[in-house]
T-cell receptor, first 114, second 113 residues
Framework: DTGVSQDPRHKITKRGQNVTFRCDPI?????LYWYRQTLGQGPEFLTY????????KSRLLSDRFSAERPKGSFSTLEIQRTEQGDSAMYLC????????????FGPGTRLTVT | QQQVKQSPQSLIVQKGGISIINCAYE??????FPWYQQFPGKGPALLIA?????SEKKEGRFTISFNKSAKQFSLHIMDSQPGDSATYFC????????????FGTGTSLTVIP
């Protein structure tokens, strides 16, 4: 399967703990996006990378959130000191870039903060 | 502030009927409009997308109609099937500035046999 993969698929954590999610994009896709989706809502943009450079961050991305894409391939999203309001589906999408604008989403990581 | 407004919130259609979902936007800088289908517990899957230089795009049973002057676009699903039962999201983006998507709030479609 050459689609976008995310790990883990589900994460349950206690408030105050740190969590890290991983996203593996489609091979050779230059752009990688992170979105957050809460129940009954559409995905909301968090941040995106062009290769290894993080080019934009949403105001939704508080200081407790950090994302990396160290070698322009996989990406990680870390949430420090989790809060119950962080409970959501975290979605990763990749896009070829270079004039091709379709974004292909992974299955998401469902985070539950207790 | 919702950048893209989507309606209806839910839709029930008979098998074989036409499902129509509407979206509206305000930001005239938007120049890319995709539609996604999402099943419970899954990530969104790209259905079809349009750019504002065309008024209609068709792929199989799915058609996007785009009205630039009204700042509206819609998804038509012809010959709707029970397997089409899912949540549908419209989105909009500005291609030149990162292309991050602004999604609507979704439409839950149920196709009854």
């Amino acid at each position: 399967d050459t689609g976008v993969s995310q790990d883990p698929r589900h994460k349950i954590t206690k408030r105050g703990q740190n969590v890290t999610f991983r996203c593996d994009p489609i091979s050779e896709h230059n752009r990688l996006y992170w979105y957050r989706q809460t129940l009954g809502q559409g995905p909301e943009f968090l941040t995106y990378f062009q290769n290894e450079a993080q080019l934009e961050k949403s105001r939704l991305l508080s200081d407790r959130f950090s994302a990396e894409r160290p070698k322009g391939s996989f990406s990680t999203l870390e949430i420090q000191r989790t809060e119950q309001g962080d409970s959501a589906m975290y979605l990763c999408a990749s896009s070829p870039g270079q004039g091709v604008y379709e974004q292909y989403f992974g299955p998401g990581t469902r985070l539950t903060v207790t | 502030q919702q950048q893209v407004k989507q309606s209806p919130q839910s839709l029930i259609v008979q098998k074989g009927g036409i499902s129509i979902i509407n979206c509206a936007y305000e930001n005239t800088a938007f120049d890319y409009f995709p539609w996604y289908q999402q099943f419970p517990g899954k990530g969104p899957a790209l259905l079809i997308a349009i750019r504002p230089d065309v008024s209609e795009k068709k792929e199989g049973r799915f058609t996007i109609s785009f009205n630039k002057s009204a700042k509206q676009f819609s998804l038509h699903i012809m010959d709707s099937q029970p397997g089409d039962s899912a949540t549908y999201f419209c989105a909009a983006s500005i291609r030149a500035t990162g292309n991050q998507f602004y999604f609507g709030t979704g439409t839950s479609l149920t196709v009854i046999p």
